[in-house]
């Protein structure tokens, strides 16, 4: 059975940092695009950061580029995001998701599994 299980969330006051991990039961791990998206309260979810399975590439929405940076550890099936200079507008539940056919696209769509969800939430 597939899991991915996200931690890290917390609290934190604008400016801050977070470093989230997401854990994943996949056999074939290295084979798997892994993104991470968020939803905040009344919006649809959102894409946040996605890694190619070899590490090469990764991507960022707009938003966070410059910010957030997304990293894996195919031998520990880990993908993490460190999450820097937190802004309110950064609160939101935040999901790992793994893709075993893509390449990391921002559809929620292209993604095969997901994972339970983090809340992060930033004071001003």
């Known amino acids: 059975q597939v899991q991915l299980v996200e931690s890290g969330g917390g609290l934190v006051q604008t400016g801050g940092s977070l470093r989230l991990s997401c854990a994943a039961s996949?056999?074939?791990?290295?084979?798997?695009?892994m993104g991470w998206f968020r939803q905040a309260p009344g919006k649809e979810r959102e894409f946040v950061a996605a890694?190619?399975?070899?590490?090469?590439?990764?991507y960022y929405a707009d938003s966070v580029k410059g910010r957030f940076t997304i990293s894996r550890d195919n031998v520990k099936n880990m993908v993490y995001l460190q999450m820097n200079s937190l802004k309110p507008d950064d609160t939101a539940i935040y999901y790992c998701?793994?893709?075993?056919w893509g390449s990391g696209g921002a559809s929620t769509d292209e993604y095969d599994y997901w994972g339970q969800g983090t809340q992060v939430a930033v004071s001003s």
């Open positions: 890694i190619s399975r070899t590490d090469t590439n990764t």
């Open positions: 998701a793994a893709d075993r």
């Open positions: 996949l056999r074939t791990f290295a084979f798997y695009t």
